[in-house]
């Protein structure tokens, strides 16, 4: 379970990136984000940052055409994934099967450092 401190720090880290690099994600959108860490792990926080900050806006307008349907894969995720609300699973729906943004292309082929491999690792040890 994090901690408030922990929250904390993960706002004013999603804070700074939203800032620095003029993403204009609202403060109730950044705790989205932080919310997303929290469930993955605080020591994902990094790659998850700059992954939804630099996707926010085209995620969100694919969101925006969600169908029922669509809506419906969302709500079934949610039952057994009470912390996360629905638009935030969405986000993760759009992030791990939907296409690739404009952003993700352009980082197609990066590697991970070999902290974030230990990281990922570790949470699906734990899981």
């Known amino acids: 379970m994090t901690n408030k401190y922990n929250r904390e720090f993960l706002l004013e880290y999603v804070e ?10 609202s403060l109730d959108n950044m705790n989205k984000i932080v919310d997303l860490i929290e469930y993955f792990g605080i ?7 700059r992954l939804l900050l630099s996707n926010w806006q085209e995620i969100t307008e694919r ?20 912390t996360l609300d629905r638009f935030s699973i969405a986000m993760l729906i759009e ?13 197609v082929g990066r590697r991970l450092s070999d902290e ?12």
């Open 116 to 127: 974030e491999l230990r990281a990922i690792r570790q949470h699906q040890d734990e899981q």
């Open 63 to 82: 969101i925006n055409q969600y169908t029922d349907a669509d809506w419906m894969m969302a709500e079934e995720i949610q039952k057994t994934t009470p």
């Open 16 to 25: 700074s990136e939203n800032k620095t690099n003029e993403y204009h994600v």
């Open 95 to 107: 992030v791990l099967e939907g296409e690739d943004t404009f952003n993700q292309g352009e980082n």
């Open 43 to 49: 020591e994902l926080y990094r790659p998850i940052t």
